[in-house]
């Protein structure tokens, strides 16, 4: 009788045993449902977490912003190697005029640019012969290069003005500089020995473009334009550095 009942006993633990499994297994399908289910219908945990406006969810980034804005950058600085001659005289490289050879051959021998009156503030074109102002300005570099040090002398940093054809004003007309670099007329500059009316940028821009990587005082680097436009114009005179 002890036996059957120890037997008995024993099979009721066994039961009980299996009926906490079977309730534990229970437990566990219905926690994973429910986790399930708030995983689905409630926002992601970060939002939650990390969002400082939890109620106005802040909108994903547009997808258009920061490409465009490398866009932009890269026509910044992808400019072309090449530009629209802006003169006659003037190549399609920038700060790059044509020699007296290909000038001739081109039958360009009247350089002109445009001018103002610092007095009666007329506008005008004026005119330079090539032949003949290139020869002043070769004639006065091959007789005072030595003496000028690498450094501009102060008549190209300050250049004498011409006399007004409107108001007879002396010392009164300047070249008119075009405000985009690439325009910037350089021969009729030189012809009329005006690179001084330039400013330290300009200059700087023409000696860039042409592979001089100086920078220094206005006089160092308006010296270096006199000389490399005369050697553009003509590569086997008395203009090298
Ligand atoms: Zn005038």
């Not at 400082?52 to 994903?60: K, M, R």
């Not at 074109?125 to 004639?139: N, S, T």
């Not at 400013?199 to 220094?216: D, M, S």
Request: with cysteine.
């Amino acid at each position: 009788m002890k036996t059957i009942a120890k037997i008995f006993r024993s099979q009721q633990i066994s039961l009980n045993k299996t009926t906490v499994t079977f309730s534990h297994c229970l437990c566990r399908l219905f926690l994973l449902l429910l986790l399930q289910f708030l995983h689905q219908h409630s926002p992601p945990y970060n939002q939650l977490l990390y969002s400082p406006h939890p109620t106005h969810p802040t909108p994903p980034p547009s997808r258009h912003g920061p490409i465009r804005r490398n866009r932009r950058k890269f026509r910044e600085s992808g400019k072309s190697d090449t530009i629209p001659p802006p003169y006659s005289w003037a190549t399609n490289q920038r700060a790059i005029i044509h020699s007296l050879n290909t000038l001739n051959s081109k039958q360009i021998f009247t350089i002109t640019g445009d001018v103002q009156c610092k007095r009666c503030e007329r506008k005008y074109e004026m005119e330079f012969d090539l032949r003949e102002k290139f020869a002043q300005v070769g004639a006065f570099i091959a007789l005072h290069k030595v003496a000028m040090h690498d450094r501009a002398p102060d008549i190209w940093m300050n250049p004498v003005l011409s006399t007004c054809k409107f108001c007879e004003q002396e010392n009164s007309v300047k070249p008119i500089i075009a405000p985009k670099k690439k325009e910037i007329n350089w021969l009729f500059l030189l012809l009329g020995q005006f690179l001084g009316c330039c400013t330290l940028e300009q200059l700087k821009y023409f000696c860039k473009h042409n592979k001089i990587h100086r920078t220094g005082a206005k006089d160092r680097v308006l010296y270096l334009t006199y000389l490399t436009l005369c050697r553009q114009l003509d590569s086997t005179g008395p203009f090298d550095r």
